[in-house]
Nanobody, 120 residues
């Protein structure tokens, strides 16, 4: 069972920046993808950004965060990051880390969530 521990959520003013971290308890040898999702009150959970494992590190972002957020993966630390710049009030949500591992069948894991609040 892989444990994902997120950190970095906080209250920040509009236009500010935050960096979220998610540390996995298992090395990334069998990792397929890691990603960040978010869920605002009264809304469904949505994909924010996702990155593939390995040297290619292909990334994909929600249209609403393109150009503002950057996802990265540190294999040595078993950690995925989400750098969030130019934050807006609509970015307020609980952010969840996700990891997909190549077991049979594939194993999908979630972190406990970290709160990001963008408000003046």
């Amino acid at each position: 069972q892989v444990q994902l521990v997120e950190s970095g959520g906080n209250l920040v003013q509009p236009g500010g920046s935050l960096r979220l971290s998610c540390a996995a308890s298992e090395n990334m040898f069998r990792l397929i993808t890691m990603g960040w999702y978010r869920q605002a009150p009264g809304k469904q959970r949505e994909l924010v950004a996702i990155i593939s494992a390995g040297s290619s590190a292909v990334t994909n972002y929600a249209d609403s965060v393109k150009g503002r957020f950057t996802i990265s993966l540190d294999n040595a630390k078993n950690t995925v990051y989400l750098q969030m710049n130019s934050l807006k009030s609509e970015d307020t949500a609980v952010y969840y880390c996700n990891a997909l591992y190549a077991t049979y069948p594939p194993s999908n894991y979630w972190g406990q969530g970290t709160q990001v609040t963008v408000s003046s």
